[in-house]
């Protein structure tokens, strides 16, 4: 994988976590380096298999396609 690019070892990264049965999954910003066409294959998957998944992610889009409750973390302070 050291010959990877970023986007390339995202991806690597995000299909082990999901190949791995958890109770919960958390991600920090999985769309870092993830190209448009990847994007969407990460956002089907996650809609297909419904994994509990707690992420942090800037991208507002996917996250209220992908998210079913979010948390403000400004609101908490």
């Known amino acids: 994988m050291e010959d990877f690019s970023a986007g390339q070892k995202k991806k690597a990264v995000i299909a082990k976590s999901l190949c791995e049965s958890a109770h919960l ?3 920090d910003e999985p769309l870092n ?3 448009v066409f990847s994007r969407i ?3 089907k998957a996650i ?7 707690m992420f ?3 991208d507002e889009a996917f ?3 992908i998210r079913t409750k979010s948390i403000d973390l400004c609101e908490l302070g």
């Open 41 to 43: 294959q990460i956002e």
């Open 47 to 53: 809609l297909e298999y419904r994994p509990t998944l």
């Open 33 to 35: 380096y993830i190209d």
């Open 25 to 27: 999954y958390l991600w």
């Open 63 to 65: 996250c209220v396609k």
């Open 56 to 58: 942090v992610e800037h």
